[in-house]
């Protein structure tokens, strides 16, 4: 597929933020590390930060939610009319937290005129850093969470923001379309639809690397696994924050029963979960991570909390992966709730693990990007 300059889009697209402007050349990738870090050893300690007890403000943090949300994540409807409503108080809500501002925001409507085919158009956000120099070598695809029925590119600026500054790399945040009304594979039809943008607009493969949070971590996984199906070129690197692995929620479901989660509901995720698949139920082995072959993936980071529901089939994940032959980089951070990375502007735990992230996506795309020079050569 031959990549598309800026000039020759129509007026109506959303060009790519930096292609045109930032020439690539060797001295472009010299903000990434290229000499691998020992895994799981921090500057100031020999203990790495996800095994560290949580600070007071972590705990009290997970107290509060406890009381406050998690009765209401319990109850959460699962016909149409009650998620669009919880749709748009999550979106709303979201207009009241915080985002670093060292990153800027852009909306992203592209109808994709200029391939001559009847597609959807791409929507969502670019995010991009405001310091240091824009990249046009590497891109970071970030899928949110949501339980798949709410939430957007909105809710999630806390985490993009934090991943575009802390990296340099920009960040597209697709809108993806949602259960019930759109059930599953219409997500990932969009995400992969959003992965082919990058690749037709210059993005190499190995620049790029998927991320996702929850829902958008189970939608991660199965774009990564799509890609490789479909024989799309793989990207450099997969993070997943507190994954929903299993839908069908046996193993949260079980762990429920133990675990002393702030806010995930396991019963509640169930409810959902039959709204996702829709009529298909649960048969399409896209949805089936643990039992997917995932032989010839790129390397994956695999974040979640050590109080949450989830956190088994994180680890049931990771076994697969790495049973695959796949190099997979588990942390499981002592204490931690679902997704606590969103709190990072507040929680000490939550920024430490942003940078554990950029870490990992740093050396991801510069070993990645070294491969592909040796190949070539």
Sequence with gaps: MDPIASKDLPAEVTPLPGVAAAPRHPAARTALPRTPQPPHTPQSSSTPPYARRPTV?????????????RP???HVPSYARGLRTARSTVD???????VSRSARIKPLVDPQVETG????????????????ERRGDGAILYLHG?????????????????LAVETGLPVLVPRYRMAPEHPFPAPLE??????????????????IVIAGDSAGGHLAASLTGEICRVGLPRPAGTVLFSPWVDLTCELSTAEQRRARDPYISAYAARRVARLVVGPAGFDDPRLALLTCPWD???????????AEVLRPEAEAFAEALTSAGVTCELQVWKGQMHVFQILNRVLPEASAAMRETARFIGEAVA?????????VA
């Design 190 to 207: 969009d995400a992969l639809a959003a992965y082919r943008w990058l690749l037709a607009r210059g993005i190499p493969a190995n620049g």
């Design 146 to 162: 949501g339980a798949y029925v709410v939430c957007s590119p909105r809710t999630h600026r806390p985490i993009t923001t934090r």
């Design 117 to 132: 085919r009847d597609e959807r158009p791409i929507l969502g956000e670019w995010v991009t850093s405001r310091n240091g």
């Design 367 to 375: 070993t990645a990007s070294a491969a592909g020079s040796e190949a």
């Design 72 to 74: 209401f994540i319990h």
């Design 296 to 306: 010839e993936t790129s390397p994956f980071l695999i974040q979640v909390g050590g």
């Design 57 to 69: 403000r972590s705990r009290a943090i997970s107290q509060a939610l406890r009381l406050s949300l």
């Design 92 to 98: 709303a809500a979201a207009l009241l937290v915080p």
